[in-house]
């Protein structure tokens, strides 16, 4: 099984700055996709970021883009997601997730594994 685990969540003022990461232990695959998503007090969980583990190819929100800078470290198995010019509205529990096999998806139901949240906090 996959172990994904969260860490870098905090507190950061508007306009500042923050990288998640995420370390996953336990099973890998070769061709894999991570993502994240986000979900706010009240809100739905939504997509975020994917890239390909084994190439590199990344897929962005529309709100996150020109922002958020989605990367992996396949030597460490984690990705990272930079949040840079950050916003109230993107405070939310950022959730890490990985698929296992096909194609880029920003459907949480195509995900195989997840992580169990790191809280970003955005204030203003």
């Known amino acids: 099984q996959v172990q994904l685990v969260e860490s870098g969540g905090g507190l950061v003022q508007a306009g500042g700055s923050l990288r998640i990461s995420c370390a996953a232990s336990g099973r890998t695959f070769s061709r894999n996709y991570m993502g994240w998503f986000r979900q706010a007090l009240g809100k739905e969980r939504d997509f975020v970021a994917a890239?390909?583990?084994?190439?590199?190819?990344?897929y962005y929100a529309d709100s996150v883009k020109g922002r958020f800078i989605i990367s992996r470290d396949n030597a460490k198995n984690t990705v990272y997601l930079q949040m840079n010019s950050l916003k109230p509205e993107d405070t939310a529990v950022y959730y890490c997730a990985g698929r296992a096999y096909g194609t880029p998806s920003d459907v949480r139901s195509n995900y195989d594994y997840w992580g169990q949240g790191t809280q970003v906090t955005v204030s203003s």
């Open positions: 890239i390909r583990w084994g190439g590199g190819s990344t």
